[in-house]
């Protein structure tokens, strides 16, 4: 069984900066087999949004909103970081790690840390 964990949510004030990890436990392969990972973001009473996604290949892709501010990287296999900046109290929401495991089975979700950016 793999799980997903996160860490690194926050208050902080308009204008600063928080760093998320996430860190994948579990069988080796199905690790490996990820296809991508990514980390949402959701409010009360609105859908979770992707924010942004790396590929096992390296590629990343953005939420227009978050764009030139979050950077997302990979320490290894196991571990993606969400490096925020500029932070807006729009950007204060619950934020989850996914991983796509392609047909090894369904999404995975962590579950979840909060980030409250105060005006």
């Known amino acids: 069984q793999v799980q997903l964990v996160e860490s690194g949510g926050g208050l902080v004030q308009a204008g600063g900066s928080l760093r998320l990890s996430c860190a994948a436990s579990?069988?080796?392969?199905?690790?490996?087999?990820?296809?991508?990972m990514a980390w949402y973001r959701q409010t009360p009473g609105t859908q979770r949004e992707l924010v942004a996604l790396i590929t096992r290949g390296g590629n990343t892709n953005y939420a227009d909103s978050v764009k030139g501010r979050f950077t997302i990287s990979r320490d290894n296999a196991k571990t993606i970081n969400l490096q925020m900046n500029s932070l807006k109290p729009e950007d204060t929401a619950v934020y989850y790690c996914?991983?796509?495991?392609?047909?090894?089975?369904?999404?995975?979700w962590g579950q979840g840390t909060q980030v409250t950016v105060s005006s």
């Open positions: 996914n991983a796509d495991q392609g047909s090894v089975g369904g999404p995975l």
């Open positions: 579990g069988s080796i392969f199905r690790i490996a087999s990820f296809n991508a």
